[in-house]
């Protein structure tokens, strides 16, 4: 966390006292950081806690109807009308606070008046729709269209909150240079990765689970005991528009708040590492608790992107290497004769693609320029946000900080 203490310019500036520092993963400095920067760290711990539950609040309600299933509880219809009503209320929420802070965030010192205008009725009119999109739905479709339209005005919020705290979420592409393209396209690879076996763990543990068939554990209710893919698509209800909409909610939630918001917020907050991981890793189990026991396995899904965030703190490569994973849904049901050419297709597409992309990165020197960078020292933190977890780690070992003189 940045010192509250005021700063004076320094004519050198960061990258010339530490020539190591990588250029390529460094957050793009926002206006409002050196102004919010001297929040307490509670408040961020406050916001952090408040955006986890307006998106986690009905997920985990249908976690708890899904596992109560699972051991054959009738739920009678007035169990799911809370259902409905929680969803409002964190829509009636969500209005408010992202009007509140687009109105704080778009002054007139800050903004042209134009943009005011246009930013601020943009955010009312986004919350007035987020609110429509809870009213309970006619068909399964509605349903996810609905929850679909809330996750990316929630989504709104948390980049809102996060710019508010001093701890804004770099949404940059990154595609200007082909040495851009190469690094955004390797991190999408690694973030897909990261899904891809956290997916495959808790896919196997489903198999064993069904094949050892023990009374009392819960597991993925569904008859195809080699294909949990297609009982999970059933569980979840999505069928063809449905995959998409499915895939735009779990990425807006899952990408935005769960990991992206909540490592930055915890980090800014003097949190350790441990307690990061805890926090993101247990709510994605309980966010898959369809799974049943299985759903531990979602441990690595959830620990390999927060990895990822913590040393690149890059948003749009975890967003698409989850949305390729989640859009992949309806290959995953297809039967075995057809979804093996599909996935040798899609992989031979994808090897391609890298091979493309890293052969026209390459130096024309065979790599010299790259060799003459500095390597990392032992013990080296990869980017500024990693540093900022150790140096948290590091101080609540020691003991309390003295209390800083001068103002916060």
């Known amino acids: 966390m940045t010192d509250p203490s005021p700063v004076l310019a320094d004519p050198l500036g960061e990258d010339d006292r530490n020539p190591s520092t990588d250029r390529g993963t460094r957050p793009p400095q926002s206006p409002q950081t050196t102004a919010a920067d001297s929040t307490p760290p509670g408040r961020k711990l406050v916001s952090a806690t408040g955006l986890l539950i307006l998106a986690c609040i009905t997920p985990l309600y249908n976690a708890v109807l899904a596992a109560g ?6 739920w009678t219809p007035n169990a799911v009308r809370p259902l409905y009503q929680l969803q409002f209320c964190a829509a009636v929420i969500v ?8 109105i704080a965030r778009t002054t007139l010192n800050r903004v042209s ?3 005011r205008l246009l930013q601020r009725g943009a955010a009312v009119l986004a919350g007035a729709v987020g609110i429509i999109s809870a009213k309970p739905p006619t068909d399964v479709l509605e349903g996810q269209a609905g929850t679909a339209v809330y996750a990316c005005v929630l989504a709104w919020l948390t980049l809102e909150v996060c710019i508010a705290h001093g701890t804004p979420l770099d949404t940059s592409l990154r595609l200007a240079t082909t040495e851009q393209r190469r690094d955004t396209w390797q991190l999408t690879g690694q973030a897909f990765m990261a899904c891809v076996n956290g997916g495959a763990a808790a896919g196997v543990l489903v198999i064993v689970l069904r094949i050892l068939d023990i009374d009392g554990i819960p597991v993925l209710p569904g008859d195809q005991v080699f294909s949990p893919g297609a009982d999970q698509q059933n569980a979840l209800g999505h ?3 449905g995959f998409v909409l499915g895939a735009i909610f779990s990425v807006a939630i899952e990408d935005v708040v769960i990991v992206a918001a909540t490592t930055a917020l915890m980090t800014a907050a003097r949190r350790p590492l441990w307690q990061i991981y805890t926090t993101v890793c247990v709510i994605e189990v309980l966010l898959h608790a369809y799974f049943g026991l ?7 899904f959830a620990a390999g992107r927060v990895r990822l965030f913590l040393r690149h703190r890059l948003l749009i490569p975890l967003m698409a290497g989850h949305a390729a994973l989640d859009l992949l849904g309806p290959l995953i049901a297809l039967p075995w ?8 297709l899609l992989t031979a597409v994808a090897w391609r693609l890298d091979k493309h992309l ?3 990165a ?6 010299e320029a790259a060799a003459h960078e500095p390597p990392l020292r032992a013990g080296e933190a990869r980017s500024p946000l990693e540093a900022e977890c150790r140096a948290a780690g590091a101080g609540e070992a020691d003991g309390p900080e003295p209390e800083r003189q001068g103002s916060s």
């Open 69 to 74: 299933a699972m051991y054959d509880v009738q």
């Open 95 to 102: 209005f408010w606070w992202l009007c509140l802070r687009v």
């Open 113 to 115: 008046n134009r943009q």
């Open 239 to 241: 069928s063809g528009l």
């Open 294 to 300: 299985a759903a531990i396995g979602f441990i690595l």
């Open 337 to 344: 004769l057809y979804r093996i050419p599909c996935l040798l």
């Open 358 to 360: 890293t052969r026209s």
């Open 362 to 367: 390459e130096p024309p020197d065979g790599g």
